[in-house]
């Protein structure tokens, strides 16, 4: 298995996309072919751990069948996640599952992935590198779910970004508490896309790159542009598919929808790859907020970022630039030159439209629509009326935008909607949205104890115990001081 760049440059081996995070010439790297599964052969596969190390073994071709285990075995070991098969699925009704990625360290789907990739990185760094430096930018779950994965993680060191108005207090808080000798995180004044922009400017800097390098370092990154973040989010679908046919929820040839609340397009593009795989999927369901960007690109093959950028209370979607669609881009049309051309319109126009023969090949498999915060805030309180289940504002737009894929298409395909946060990580709203705001006043964090009060849902301990971690990481910088930050950072640690 190799892989190329989204944008035509030299292919190359697993571990190099991986340790690299990101080509040299600004594009993703991506699998040259996909493998095909056989459901014959996986389908008695007894674990999730299990599961991965077979999907792994296929895409990780220049690792040892004990380095991938060795990988996985660190990652899903006993207590980082506090369900047996690391995700949940739970039976909503007959026809409408809720698969739970929250039960990592962090309460967020980040964790699946990056449990795993600092050992993935490890194994594939070069010796002649004396340590990996990480950047990041997030919305949000990623930073905190990167720092974690990676805290005292040797010959490594970890730089978070985030926007410092554009996160919730419960993440803001999980991030500038953050322990670890080898982890650094600032706020920026502005938004996600300029903080995703920043580190991308930064990685492909001949300056920057060559600053780095002097002091011992190379950059990579834990954001989904890195294929080995990618990787373990492909593993989940298949899973679920197993899942539900192991206990007759599905026939052997029957196809189920997934619905994705997404911003960057990672989780997505993961339900994509696990479908050219040959996992039966009839619709991967585009769930957006009213950033809308991604959705709209789904319904009409125009992307145009030249538009308002709101926030919201599911912020860990507020996003214009979603990176990983280059991939879905590369993987449609197999034409570096004609992506290349995509991206360079949308860097200097602001906006790409794609060919209608392109558009028809992302319509066959995907879906799109947005959900307001009214209509999020009222999905929250449908599905927890309706099935006795509480969730964050991400899965509830999932939830909204999946009501309305049913009332347009009249389509009864079993669905699986993703579920991408714990609801404690954004209590205050989900308490607004059960008791129509009569809760706007008070602390964030005593919103925690009033939800638990009122459902008697748990409270998880590493959010319960924020309010009494100190605050290790303060700063909040310009948005074009990002690399002094970093220099600051590793010269001084």
């Not at 397009?265 to 994509?272: D, K, P, Q």
């Not at 125009?302 to 308002?308: A, F």
Request: hydrophobic share 40%; glycine share 6%.
């Amino acid at each position: 298995m190799r892989y190329i760049s989204t944008r035509g440059s030299k292919e190359v081996q697993a571990k190099e996309a991986i340790y690299r995070g990101i080509a040299e010439d600004g594009g993703l790297y991506t699998p040259v072919s996909i493998p095909s599964l056989d459901i014959g052969e996986i389908k008695n596969i007894d674990s999730y751990a299990n599961l991965a190390k077979y999907i792994f073994e296929l895409y990780l071709t220049d690792f040892t069948k004990e380095e991938i285990a060795d990988c996985i075995d660190r990652a899903y070991s006993r207590g980082r996640f506090d369900t047996k098969d690391i995700v949940g699925i739970k039976k909503l009704s007959p026809g409408l599952f809720a698969l739970e990625l929250w039960h990592g360290p962090t309460y967020a789907f980040k964790d699946v992935a990056l449990q795993v990739l600092p050992y993935l990185l490890l194994k594939s760094m070069p010796s002649f590198y004396k340590q990996a430096l990480i950047l990041v930018a997030t919305s949000g779950d990623t930073g905190k779910a990167a720092l974690e994965g990676f805290k005292d993680v040797e010959r490594t060191k970890i730089v978070v970004f985030y926007p410092s108005e554009g996160v919730s207090d419960v993440q803001k808080r999980q991030m500038t508490t953050q322990e670890g000798r080898n982890t650094f995180v600032a706020g920026i004044k502005g938004n996600f896309d300029d903080a995703q922009s920043g580190v991308k400017e930064i990685f492909t800097s001949k300056k920057c790159i060559d600053t780095i390098e002097n002091l011992g370092f190379f950059f990579t990154s834990a954001n989904s542009i890195n294929f080995g973040r990618l990787l373990p989010q492909i593993v989940y679908y298949i899973w679920s598919y197993l899942v539900l046919l192991k206990a007759g929820d599905i026939s052997e040839d029957e196809k189920i929808n997934f619905v994705v609340p997404t911003g960057n397009f990672g989780n997505i593009l993961a339900g994509f790859i696990a479908k050219l795989m040959g996992i039966p999927i009839n619709k991967l369901i585009v769930a957006s907020n009213i950033n809308s960007v991604v959705a709209d690109f789904v319904r009409t093959g125009l992307y145009d970022r030249r538009r308002k950028f709101y926030k919201t209370i599911s912020p860990s979607m507020d996003i214009l630039v979603a990176s990983n669609l280059e991939r879905l881009l590369y993987l449609v049309t197999r034409d570096s030159e004609r992506v290349k051309r995509y991206m360079l319109d949308l860097k200097t126009e602001g906006y790409f439209k794609v060919e209608e023969e392109v558009l028809k090949e992302i319509q066959e498999s995907f879906w799109g629509d947005f959900s307001t915060d009214d209509q999020t805030r009222n999905s929250i309180k449908t599905i927890y009326r309706e099935y006795g289940y509480l969730v964050d504002p991400h899965s509830a737009v999932g939830f909204d935008v999946y009501t309305k894929y049913q009332k347009q298409t009249s389509d009864n395909t079993k669905t699986v909607v993703l579920q991408t946060a714990n609801p404690y990580k954004f209590a205050k709203d989900v308490l607004n949205a059960l008791f129509d705001g009569e809760y706007n006043n008070i602390d964030p964090f005593e919103a925690l104890e009033i939800l638990y009060a009122k459902t008697g849902v748990e409270v998880p301990e590493g959010i319960k115990s924020l309010l009494s971690k100190p605050i290790l990481h303060p700063d909040v910088i310009e948005k074009d001081k990002m690399f002094d930050f970093i220099l600051e950072k590793i010269r001084d640690n």
